[in-house]
């Protein structure tokens, strides 16, 4: 008889449960048992309560700081080298401290770097990330990785509202490549904010280039975390004449007094996705889920099938 490939199993960290459980149902398998076990002082520990001795595993857990997030899927990587899983897949929707992905001045770590080590040291033999803040965190791998892009989710929504004079924008220098991909697809403007920060999180000053008057709006970026930047961008252009202003961001830290900002900022509406658990409901916040294309991926890379369709831009 031919050889079946077994399913694979799959398992959520604790903070990634909800998501776990519409990525499991989405692959059409229920979500491993796993126990953690914690001690008085905080110390924790994970323990896999069904075998996955030579299985193909997947654990899902996105690493948005506290660090505990990141010390949860460390600990269960570990745990699952340990146990003898054969191949075992970190899932992190939101890849955690990559904004440290470079020296930016003397004497500072370069975060993103080391997390990839450490998720390797432990067992990682593969990853599946989304919308990495720099596409070069993937050289410090060594293992495979899977980026995927939100614009899966993201461009059939702005299709679906059928936005006269659309205009794409960047909220910063750094994420102009992904405005032009966003424009060229939507066959839209592109404009551009020029911003300089006083400190982390702190915007000194925001310039636009390029015109906005008359035109629908819609800013992207990877993150929103205090929500400085999105919300005074939304305000500047505004004040230069666009009719209305929304924004997708992939992952929402939504951080600080991120709510309160958002609703006194002249943004319509913010589109997020359920990459990291939602701190409150908001009427201007519109959450999609990225629980199919998660599973649709794991599946794929389970059967070793491509997932270059996937890859929209």
Known sequence: MPYQVPEPKIFACTQSTALGEKIAGAYGADLGKIHFSRYSDGEFQPSFEESIRGARIFIIGSTNP?????????????????????????????????????????????AAKMIAKMLETAGATRIITMDLHADQIQGFFEKPVDHLFASTLFLPYLQSLKLDNLCIASPDMGGSKRAYAYSK???????????????????????????????NVVLVDDMVDTAGTLTKAADLMMERGAVSVR???????LSGNAYEKIEKSQLQELIITDSIPSRDNHPKIKVLSCAGLFADVMHRVHHNTSISSKFIM
């Open 66 to 110: 506290s660090s505990e997030n990141l010390m949860e899927m460390l600990l269960m990587l570990d745990a699952a080298k340990r146990a003898s899983a054969r191949h075992i897949t970190a899932v992190m929707p939101y890849f955690g401290w990559a904004r440290q992905d470079r020296k930016d001045k003397p004497r500072v770590p370069i």
């Open 185 to 215: 697809a939507l066959e839209s403007d592109v404009v551009i904010c020029y911003k300089q920060r006083a400190k982390a999180n702190v915007i000194s000053h925001m310039e636009l280039i390029g015109d906005v008057k008359g035109k």
């Open 247 to 253: 924004a997708i961001t992939t992952h929402g830290l």
